[in-house]
């Protein structure tokens, strides 16, 4: 999608490792979310951030950590991996608060936990 | 969101006919409505949008009723066509808040 990216795109782990996937932006947009996608469930939110080095959890943040140490960078962080982290993790970013105005997701990572 | 029976996770039409995705949301505070389009290996797409004071919106053949009475939105694709293949997701979220709120989402397969 343009503007933003994800990386990599697949992924194979083993359990107990750490990972880390990285979402970049051009757009320079505030807000940056990551979000999970099961089979059954529609995306559900793990962590987000409002502005660099601000960041907050969402609904499943247990088992990931975030960070954002510049506008165009939002890392997710599984400090050691579990079977049950294995999802398809999408990116998106807003410009503002409210509305679906300027939500725009990445093409996602798509992460198995052997 | 909850479902209220509405919802049906899977959706086959045929080509041509006009389709309609149903979706029960679960917060009757929000302020805004979206249904988004997910196509295979990709994110989802923004499709349509509504305000919650406001009870229908229209775009390029698709259409959006909300019913705030029973938390119930649609949507509506005229003329189904066979790139309308896709699952389908309604999100809510408020003014003042960042974070969407997604339902489980609605397999659509256009039948030839």
């Known amino acids: 999608d343009a503007g933003i990216t994800q990386s990599p795109r697949h992924k194979v782990t083993e359990t107990g490792t750490p990972v880390t996937l990285r979402c970049h932006q051009t757009e320079n947009h505030r807000y940056m979310y990551w979000y999970r996608q099961d089979p059954g469930h529609g995306l559900r939110l793990i962590h987000y951030s409002y502005g660099v080095k601000d960041t907050d959890k969402g609904e499943v943040s247990d088992g990931y950590s975030v960070s954002r140490s510049k506008t165009e960078d939002f890392l997710l962080t599984l400090e050691s991996a579990t079977s049950s982290q294995t999802s398809v993790y999408f990116c998106a970013i807003s410009e503002s608060t409210g509305g679906g105005y300027g939500y725009t997701f990445g093409s996602g990572t798509r992460l198995t936990v052997v | 969101g909850e479902s209220v029976g509405l919802h049906l996770p899977t959706l086959s039409v045929q080509e041509g006919d006009n389709s309609i995705i149903n979706c029960a949301y679960s917060?009757?505070?929000?302020?805004?409505f979206i249904w988004y389009k997910q196509e295979s290996g990709k994110g989802p797409q923004f499709i349509i949008d509504i305000r919650s004071n406001m009870d229908k919106r229209q775009g390029q053949r698709v259409t959006v009723l909300l019913n705030k009475t029973v938390k119930h939105l649609s949507l509506q694709i005229a003329a189904t066509q066979p790139g309308d293949s896709a699952v389908y997701f309604c999100a809510e979220i408020n003014d003042n808040d960042y974070k969407l709120s997604f339902g489980a989402g609605t397999t659509v397969t256009v039948r030839a």
């Open positions: 917060n009757s505070a929000s302020d805004y």
